[in-house]
């Protein structure tokens, strides 16, 4: 039976940098991953990496967090970043100077953009008087490259990275975890336990028993991508129930809803894509642009899931925390050894990984990390985008 010192469940950018950390300490370093790295939320989402204006009013315990991110995403992954211009905030004319007032006090570079070429929505929400442009330098990352990026930095530290791979059971005894069991009956032995799976999380900790598996809440988010669309800079409705355009690697356009129609889901599954509310989402995006600006054609709509801890005060109605979180086992259910890593957001996964490490280590690492020596990464190793050609899947 193979044995580690740490075996990480999960390859999306969290369970990718936790393994990183980990083996640069000095650690045999396993990370297991179901499908291909990057294969759940991780290759789907916007690749936004958030200033913090997004949460400056509702979530303000992620703000300070946003911002040491920058850095941390700078220094080890500029490769992956993709060129563009600040990101135009839309927001409601009653609510504009709370919103800027609440940038202000978190050091958030802003200033009011005039009205332009990309956002007019058929009620006037960006020309007229009912809404205000705010300007702020969000960057933009493609999720894709930060995967592979990752990756073959931890293929580097001599991280065993094994895809296609199913825990079916994490093992303890006497309080202590001894290490996995596959769903090929097969047993990887290991001290340590990372969980880093997303929406998968929950189930592998109701396997063990633990108590909070019922402290994860996750949702679905509705996406689109529009291949024929190319905007330069985002386009982010500060109002629920209406979209967040977000420019693509390919040269489109992703969009989706902030904290609209997002359904609790359980369990790690396929889920199908409702037509109704992908037509909305589509619909809401081509009236909050100007004429001519959105283009569906090709669209491709998904959904991919998010998972939140909810077990703090910070939780909003008892469903949704961008926080990062790490779930320490020994002080919740007794169980020596086993951690679950959070991340809220992508943003967030810096925080979340040097969170669980220094657990694990019994020490404080910085939270940058300076790119080494890499090696290529296989191709058949990281997912691709869920919009890309089938020919490339």
Same mark, same amino acid.
């Given at each position: 039976?193979?044995?580690?010192?740490?075996?990480?469940?999960?390859?999306?950018?969290?369970?990718?940098?936790?393994?990183?950390?980990?083996?640069?300490?000095?650690?045999?370093?396993?990370?297991?991953?179901?499908?291909?790295?990057?294969?759940?939320?991780?290759?789907?989402?916007?690749?936004?990496?958030?200033?913090?204006?997004?949460?400056?009013?509702?979530?303000?315990?992620?703000?300070?967090?946003?911002?040491?991110?920058?850095?941390?995403?700078?220094?080890?992954?500029?490769?992956?970043?993709?060129?563009?211009?600040?990101?135009?905030?839309?927001?409601?004319?009653?609510?504009?100077?709370?919103?800027?007032?609440?940038?202000?006090?978190?050091?958030?570079?802003?200033?009011?953009?005039?009205?332009?070429?990309?956002?007019?929505?058929?009620?006037?929400?960006?020309?007229?008087?009912?809404?205000?442009? !705010?300007?702020?330098?969000?960057?933009?990352?493609?999720?894709?490259?930060?995967?592979?990026? &990752?990756?073959?930095?931890?293929?580097?530290?001599?991280?065993?990275?094994?895809?296609? !791979?199913?825990?079916?059971?994490?093992?303890?005894?006497?309080?202590? !975890?001894?290490?996995?069991?596959?769903?090929?009956?097969?047993?990887?032995?290991?001290?340590?336990?990372?969980?880093?799976?997303?929406?998968?999380?929950?189930?592998?900790?109701?396997?063990?028993?633990?108590?909070?598996?019922?402290? &994860?809440?996750?949702?679905?988010?509705?996406?689109?991508? &529009?291949?024929?669309?190319?905007?330069?800079?985002?386009?982010?409705?500060?109002?629920?129930?209406? =979209?967040?355009?977000?420019?693509?690697?390919?040269?489109?356009?992703?969009?989706?809803?902030?904290?609209?129609?997002?359904?609790?889901?359980?369990?790690?599954?396929?889920?199908?894509?409702?037509?109704?509310?992908?037509?909305?989402?589509?619909?809401?995006?081509?009236?909050?642009?100007?004429?001519?600006?959105?283009?569906?054609?090709?669209?491709?709509?998904? !959904?991919?899931?998010?998972?939140?801890?909810?077990?703090?005060?910070?939780?909003?109605?008892?469903?949704?925390?961008?926080?990062?979180?790490?779930?320490?086992?020994?002080?919740?259910?007794?169980?020596?050894?086993?951690?679950?890593?959070?991340?809220?957001?992508?943003?967030?996964?810096?925080?979340?990984?040097?969170?669980?490490?220094?657990?694990?280590?019994?020490?404080? &690492?910085?939270?940058?990390?300076?790119?080494?020596?890499?090696?290529?990464?296989?191709?058949?190793?990281?997912?691709?985008?869920?919009?890309? =050609?089938?020919?490339?899947?």
């Amino acid at each position: 039976m193979t044995s580690y010192d740490t075996i990480v469940i999960g390859g999306g950018v969290a369970g990718l940098l936790t393994a990183l950390r980990l083996a640069r300490a000095g650690q045999a370093v396993a990370l297991l991953e179901a499908d291909q790295l990057g294969s759940g939320a991780t290759c789907a989402n916007h690749g936004m990496l958030h200033s913090g204006a997004l949460y400056a009013r509702r979530h303000p315990h992620v703000v300070a967090n946003c911002r040491q991110a920058q850095a941390a995403f700078t220094t080890l992954l500029p490769a992956a970043e993709l060129p563009t211009q600040p990101a135009v905030y839309v927001v409601h004319r009653a609510d504009a100077d709370g919103f800027r007032s609440h940038l202000d006090q978190h050091g958030i570079a802003h200033q009011p953009g005039a009205t332009h070429d990309l956002a007019t929505d058929a009620n006037g929400a960006s020309g007229g008087n009912a809404y205000q442009l !705010v300007q702020v330098a969000e960057r933009v990352f493609s999720s894709w490259r930060i995967v592979t990026i &990752l990756a073959g930095q931890a293929l580097a530290a001599s991280v065993t990275v094994c895809t296609g !791979v199913t825990v079916q059971q994490i093992n303890h005894e006497s309080g202590k !975890v001894t290490g996995v069991a596959l769903s090929t009956g097969e047993r990887l032995a290991g001290r340590t336990v990372v969980v880093a799976a997303g929406i998968g999380t929950a189930t592998l900790l109701r396997a063990c028993g633990s108590r909070d598996s019922e402290l &994860l809440k996750s949702r679905l988010d509705m996406m689109i991508h &529009l291949p024929a669309t190319t905007i330069r800079q985002g386009l982010i409705f500060t109002e629920l129930h209406r =979209p967040v355009l977000m420019p693509a690697r390919d040269g489109g356009t992703l969009t989706s809803y902030f904290g609209g129609t997002q359904p609790d889901i359980t369990g790690r599954r396929a889920y199908a894509v409702d037509l109704d509310k992908a037509t909305a989402l589509l619909e809401q995006t081509r009236r909050a642009c100007a004429d001519g600006v959105v283009d569906p054609t090709g669209a491709v709509a998904y !959904v991919a899931g998010k998972t939140d801890y909810i077990g703090t005060a910070h939780a909003e109605h008892g469903r949704i925390n961008p926080g990062f979180h790490v779930i320490h086992h020994e002080h919740t259910d007794g169980i020596h050894g086993l951690h679950t890593v959070i991340t809220g957001k992508m943003t967030l996964a810096f925080h979340a990984s040097k969170a669980a490490a220094d657990a694990i280590l019994g020490t404080d &690492l910085p939270l940058l990390l300076t790119p080494a020596t890499t090696v290529d990464v296989p191709q058949a190793l990281v997912a691709v985008e869920p919009w890309a =050609p089938t020919a490339h899947r």
